[in-house]
């Protein structure tokens, strides 16, 4: 799968490596996507969510329930 957060929709960004004699490469910054189950309890169910750093946090701040909510809202499955 690519590298994106179902929540935040983080996605990689483009730019370029720039070594010592200035030539440019071309890289990518990936976001740190981490993959973790959480018990979703009017589901009666563990779901499975690729997230970022900071969609971990967001699902710690607003609760797993608001947080599946956003992602259908999104159009994703889980």
Known sequence: ???HCMLTGARPGFG???SHSHRRTSRRFDPNIQTKRYWLP???RH?????????????DAIGVE???ARIRARGVKV
Do not use: F, P
Request: glycine share 12%.
């Open 16 to 18: 370029n490596t720039i």
């Open 47 to 59: 779901v499975r969510l690729r997230l970022s750093t900071k969609g971990i946090k967001t699902v």
């Open 66 to 68: 608001a947080a599946v």
């Open 1 to 3: 799968m690519s590298a």
């Open 42 to 44: 009017g589901e009666g």
